[in-house]
């Protein structure tokens, strides 16, 4: 079975929890990334404000994701809502086939549907090493 595990980042908790995730998995972790300047007290406000406006960004992901027989992806949420950036990469790849995982400092994300199974992280329950054991439990 091929995993892939791709990840989107501005302040480099989505990229912990994903190479955490592709060692456990003995892959590798793939950027997602779109060119914007997303650093500070204005990129975090301009986060928002992208993620809450549904504007859209150009990506590129790091490597080509073939024969992927499942694909994490790792995500911070912003606004309550995914980062523009993997919004735009579920445009290239099925909702339905991924497993997403979602980096917060407290919040869960509220559209869960579409997804093979939805994993949040949170920093204000410090249940990193947990929910990525369960993950990694259920994707065995």
Known sequence: ???????????????RVAEKLAKRLTTEAIAIT???NWQGFFGYIKAGFYASSNKTVKITVAK???NRDQIIVVSPLWAGDLSPAVREFFKL?????THLVVTSGGSKIKQRDDYKSVTDITKKSMNEDEQIDKLIEMLS
């Open 1 to 15: 079975m091929t995993r892939h595990v791709v990840y989107f980042t501005r302040t480099g908790n989505s990229k």
């Open 34 to 36: 779109d060119n914007k």
């Open 64 to 66: 080509p994701l073939e």
């Open 93 to 97: 790849y099925p909702k339905e086939t």
